[in-house]
């Protein structure tokens, strides 16, 4: 009987590592940040506190509160830089994005996890953030979806809207 359990214990492992998820890097952050910045380097980063009253600007965006305590952000030369996360389906993606005068200047997914949906990683549906603000508590103008991406595309409009109000937390 020993042998047996030990046995289905082994499949049920084995089936439960065919749930694997291959972190696909489109663009190092690093990278990411170094492209953004005409002196190649990223400056020192700030940390923006995500205190009640901040937690309070983002739930309404993520449905939560936002998962850390504090954010790095870069500023030079007008622009912030705002890395983040959200959930598409069921994992993780990181974004990066570029926000200057209240306006996305340019987004970028930076790391994708999920199984399907990464067509938002093309430049053709990216280019729609450029020049996107907040109007109210939405973006304008509004970003088109994609079939089979519903997840991703929502994801990215959040991340988006987060990080335009953070700017605006953020600005000095």
Known sequence: MRAWL????????????GIVR?????LAPEEFLRQTFDAGAAPTPATLWLDDAAQDRLKPIFSHAYPQARLHYWRAGGKTVWLLDDIGKEFPITAGFVVKDATIDRAQVLIYRESRGDEIRFPSFLKQFAG????GAELSPQIDGISGATLSV?????MARAALTLDALAAP
């Open 6 to 17: 030990e046995r289905l214990l082994a499949i049920a492992c084995l089936i439960g590592a």
């Open 154 to 158: 929502w994801a990215m409009q959040r």
């Open 22 to 26: 291959a972190d696909q890097v489109v």
């Open 132 to 135: 996107v603000h907040l109007k």
